[in-house]
Every structure is written in structure tokens, then in C-alpha cells.
């Protein structure tokens, strides 16, 4: 059952990206540096964005799946309940799109308020499952600790930068097309993309087992 539930996390994390690349070719509208993942849920082909989101989801989810036989660490069971957390997160993002960012936050729709809900439930779970269980993981197989611990630091620069450049541009300043706010767009991508080969590279050892 690991190796099944460890080769659907493979198989969700790598539909995600492919969703994520294709709403990149349909939607060139919309600039991949001064924009964040989830206004693809808006307008045309939001079905996809919806379905990015489940995928991520459901990769989290299966990962859950593959490790709780494996993981009798403190730490790394810390990081099994925040790795379920985060799948709740993402299926939120799934369901809730997003508001346009015009919209006042006194204005704010049911969903539209719901998606930061998943935000913040889903993106602090996700970073520190990473980070446990690639602790966790490095304790049991050494070999897997350098790799697990380097995309974990991608994950959090990511992020790091992406909020470090969001308080820069600051909520309520006009939109400044010379500004740091045109680059948000790249570390909110790096993220999903280092999140995704983080689950692929903790799964892959499991789906290869036989049975």
C-alpha cells in the first residue's frame, strides 16, 4: 500500500506541474513575474488552476499515506500531521478561487476570503513538513538527507522572498511597473515547482518497491 500511495504522489505532484506549465501557454496574458499562481483560477481555463491545486492536494495526501507506516519519529510524525494540513490547504485553494485583486477587502467574496484561509493554513503546513520530515528522513536513510534539506532550503527561500517582496510593494501602494512587485511571480512558482520535486524525490524511493 506504501508503494501504491507513494507512486500516486508521484503521479499528482507531476500533474500539477503540468497543469501549471500549460496554464503558463494558455494564459500568456497574464505575466508570470508580476503575477501569483492562483489568478489562473479567474476567467478562462480557472478549471485548470482548480485542478493544479487538487493535484498538489492530492500529492500531499498521498504522501501521508506512503509514510505513516515508516515514520516512528516524534519529529517526523509532527511532520505527517502538518503535511495533512497542508493537503486540507490545497483542496481549499481548489475550491475557493480567489478574488480579483482589485477587489476591497471589505468587498471580499465568500471564496475570495476562504483562499487567504487556505493560504495561511496551507503554505506555513507545507514548509514545515518539509522541514521535519527531511529531518526525519535524513535521521533514517543518511543518504537522503542532502538532497531532502536542499530542496527544503529552496522552499523557504522561496517563500522568503516572496513575502520579503510583497511587504516591499505593501498593501494599498499604487502599482508601480518599475518596482519589486514584478518579480513576486517567480518565487511564488519556484515554490510550487520545489514543492513538487520535494514530494517526488521523498516518494520515488517507496513507489520502487515491489508489491
Not at 91 to 117: E, I, L, N
Not at 139 to 147: A, G, H, I
Request: hydrophobic fraction near 60%.
Amino acid at each position: 500500500m506504501s508503494a501504491l500511495a507513494a507512486r500516486a504522489a508521484i503521479g499528482s505532484a507531476a500533474l500539477a506541474l503540468i497543469a501549471l506549465a500549460m496554464l503558463h501557454v494558455l494564459k500568456p496574458e497574464l505575466h508570470p513575474g508580476q503575477t501569483m499562481i492562483s489568478r489562473y483560477a479567474l476567467g478562462r481555463f480557472g478549471w485548470l488552476m482548480a485542478l493544479c491545486f487538487a493535484a498538489f492536494g492530492a500529492a500531499s495526501a498521498s504522501l501521508f499515506a506512503a509514510l505513516v507506516p515508516h515514520m516512528p519519529l516524534r519529529v517526523g510524525r509532527a511532520g505527517l500531521a502538518l503535511l495533512l494540513t497542508a493537503a486540507i490547504g490545497f483542496v481549499m485553494a481548489a475550491r475557493f478561487p480567489m478574488d480579483p485583486v482589485s477587489t476591497p477587502p471589505a468587498r471580499m467574496s465568500f471564496a475570495g476570503r476562504m483562499h487567504g484561509v487556505a493560504f495561511l493554513v496551507g503554505v506555513p503546513s507545507m514548509l514545515l513538513a518539509a522541514l521535519l520530515l527531511s529531518v526525519a528522513l535524513g535521521m533514517q536513510t543518511p543518504r537522503l538527507s542532502l538532497p531532502l534539506m536542499t530542496i527544503t532550503a529552496a522552499i523557504w527561500v522561496s517563500l522568503i522572498s516572496m513575502i520579503a517582496i510583497m511587504l516591499m510593494v505593501g498593501p494599498g501602494r499604487p502599482p508601480d511597473r518599475d518596482g519589486p512587485g514584478r518579480f513576486v511571480g517567480w518565487p511564488n512558482r519556484s515554490l510550487m515547482v520545489a514543492y513538487a520535486v520535494w514530494v517526488i524525490v521523498v516518494a520515488w524511493p517507496m513507489a520502487m518497491r515491489a508489491g
